[in-house]
């Protein structure tokens, strides 16, 4: 028994490690989406236009996840301020061009189609999350390899 679960936790480690990079995506993703969910409620419950409260927390949970993915996440080793300063401005323009996606999925299911913005809100935030980690890889954080 002892040496199954031995053997059982070399290849768990192995499995973190080799994908360790995608699992803090996912935490990160989803701590990121959380955030943006929870700002999103506290302003629909404010009755903030559907819009505004979109923007706002897209805003903050991209502030959220640049700080996540660039320390833990993808470990950036961009050093200087002209280096630092390229991978922030294309961060922020991937995450607009996917927040623009996000909106249009927005207006599509609560204007289009009428239905509850909340649930809306969650769906577009799966779609974005897909489309930022590929930005991120490879595109903004690439390893310099």
């Known amino acids: 028994m002892e040496i199954r679960q031995g053997k059982f936790l070399t290849k768990l480690k192995q499995l973190l490690v080799k994908y360790r990079e995608q699992i803090l995506y996912l935490v990160f993703g ?3 989406t959380l955030v943006n969910i929870v700002v999103y409620g506290a302003l629909h419950l404010m009755a903030w236009p559907y819009q505004l409260a979109y923007w706002s927390a897209w805003f903050l949970a991209v502030l959220f996840a640049y700080l996540t993915n660039r320390r833990w996440v993808f470990q950036s080793q961009s050093r200087g301020l002209s280096a ?5 401005f294309n961060f922020y323009f991937a995450r607009l061009l ?3 996606l996000g909106s249009a999925i927005m207006w599509l299911g609560v204007s289009a189609l009428q239905q509850n913005d909340f ?3 969650i769906i ?4 974005v999350i897909i489309a930022n980690y590929g930005l991120s890889k490879w595109f903004i954080f690439k390893s310099k390899e």
């Open 124 to 127: 577009q935030n799966i779609f």
């Open 119 to 121: 649930i809306w809100n």
């Open 30 to 32: 989803g701590l990121t």
């Open 98 to 100: 996917t927040g623009l």
């Open 84 to 88: 630092i300063l390229r991978e922030t």
